[in-house]
Structure formats: structure tokens, C-alpha cells
């Protein structure tokens, strides 16, 4: 699949998760599907700081090469015996996958 160039601006949402301490950014292209992450709420120059900006750019990349929000979710186990505990990359992921079902015709 190749991968379709973004308008140049384009709506965005920002929502605070897991109390305010990270933030998701959510952009969508010109149909409302949702295309482009960002991940920010590490220390700038940490670990987690440049590990939250890779992983929301491989999901991009994934996203406008036609990848399923969904179906990286599902990918993201987050569920056993016991219960183990939601990631911030599992969460952003989860955000992606209810925008894309409001997006479906």
C-alpha cells in the first residue's frame, strides 16, 4: 500500500490522559479518520520522552499506509490473568480505534 501525503493543516484534538499527565494528539485527514498521533508528557530529552515520539510516528506511518487503528489495538495484548495494566501507547491506540469507528460509513 502507499502511503497518502496529509494536507498541510488539517483538524486535530488533544485529550489528557491518565490524569492530565500525558497528552494525545489525534489528526485526521479530509474524511475525519484519524491519521497522525502524537504522544507527549515525559520529561523532554528522556528515555519515555523520545520512546512516545517513535512509537506515535511508526503508528502515523501505519495509519496512512492504511493500517487499522483497531487492529493495532487488538495487537497491543493488554489483557490476562491477572489483569495487566493499560500503557499509554494502549490507551492512545484504543482513542484511535473509537475515532475510526465514528468515521465509518
Do not use: C, W
Not at 48 to 66: E, K, P
Not at 73 to 95: E, K, M, Q
Amino acid at each position: 500500500m502507499i502511503r497518502r501525503r496529509l494536507n498541510n493543516r488539517r483538524p486535530a484534538v488533544t485529550h489528557d490522559i491518565e490524569g492530565a499527565r500525558y497528552k494525545v494528539t489525534v489528526g485526521f485527514d479530509e474524511l475525519a479518520r484519524p491519521r497522525e498521533l502524537f504522544l507527549n508528557g515525559a520529561k523532554a530529552g528522556s528515555d519515555l520522552d523520545a520512546i512516545l515520539g517513535d512509537v506515535a510516528v511508526v503508528v502515523s506511518v501505519a495509519l496512512q499506509h492504511g493500517v487499522s487503528a483497531g487492529a493495532m489495538a487488538v495487537s497491543v495484548g493488554r489483557t490476562g490473568s491477572p489483569p495487566v495494566a493499560v500503557s499509554i501507547i494502549g490507551t492512545a491506540l484504543d482513542l484511535l480505534a473509537s475515532y475510526e469507528r465514528e468515521a465509518a460509513p
